[in-house]
């Protein structure tokens, strides 16, 4: 049973292009989270979707950042317009149920993580 | 809003040493509590958690956490560490009343010298 997947896991890009970073959800997990670590800090939650839903997005940054959970498909985590200062970790996360992150029964996995550089 | 503070960023020990991590949350209501480990080049890896009852939690690779609801903590332990628990630990915190969704302390990078 593969895990989170998410992809690409290295990405570079020059200020002013855009990034796509994707998520494949565990099989049988409707529930994305993207979270961001920047240098040095922890993980900073931005978005949780669930198919063609948003659900909270109350970490997102307001402009340049979009994010979608279509009925096919990975989720994908959009930056459009990169800035050096969107350097980070993204990592993806997924769950079975809505609800509870976690709860005896509903464990949340993480991706390994895409890691964006901006030069 | 809920917030998580981890009291150190950094720790070097040595094999076989005692290893204790410091977590404290703020949030009054009832929460969720998480450690998660990164390894190098690796995802997060759920080390334990607690939801109720017992609050001393014991989790994989000989790692346990004990709830101090007075205190508002949530303290990672190890008796005695290996090479390889070389990583970075993250404790989490979650609760329905913020949407369930999980806020993590800024991490705490552990070195075990051999």
């Known amino acids: 049973n593969a895990g989170v997947m998410q992809n690409p896991r290295h990405l570079v890009r020059r200020r002013g292009q855009e990034a796509r970073l994707r998520c494949s959800p565990m099989k049988g997990h409707s529930h994305v989270y993207w979270y961001r670590q920047l240098p040095e800090e922890g993980l900073k939650f931005m978005v949780y979707?669930?198919?063609?839903?948003?659900?909270?997005e109350s970490g997102m940054p307001k402009e340049r950042f979009s994010a979608e959970f279509p009925k096919e498909g990975p989720s994908i985590l959009r930056i459009q317009q990169v800035v050096r200062g969107d350097s980070a970790a993204y990592f993806c996360?997924?769950?079975?149920?809505?609800?509870?992150?976690?709860?005896?029964?509903?464990?949340?996995?993480f991706g390994e993580g895409s890691w964006l550089t901006v030069v | 809003a809920q917030s998580v503070s981890q009291h150190n960023h950094h720790v070097i020990l040595s094999e076989a040493a005692s290893l204790e991590l410091g977590c404290n949350y703020s949030y009054g209501g009832t929460v969720n509590l998480f450690w998660y480990v990164q390894y190098p080049g690796q995802h997060l890896q759920l080390l334990l958690k607690?939801?109720?009852?017992?609050?001393l939690v014991k989790g994989i690779k000989g790692f346990e956490a004990e709830f101090i609801k007075s205190k508002f903590s949530f303290n990672l332990r190890k008796p005695s560490v290996q090479w390889s628990d070389t990583a970075e630990y993250f404790c989490a915190v979650n609760s329905r009343a913020a949407g369930n969704k999980l806020t993590f302390g800024g991490g705490t990078r552990v070195l075990v010298k051999p």
């Open positions: 996360a997924s769950s079975p149920l809505m609800g509870a992150v976690e709860s005896s029964g509903n464990t949340i996995y």
């Open positions: 979707l669930q198919k063609e839903n948003i659900i909270d």
């Open positions: 607690y939801f109720s009852g017992d609050p």
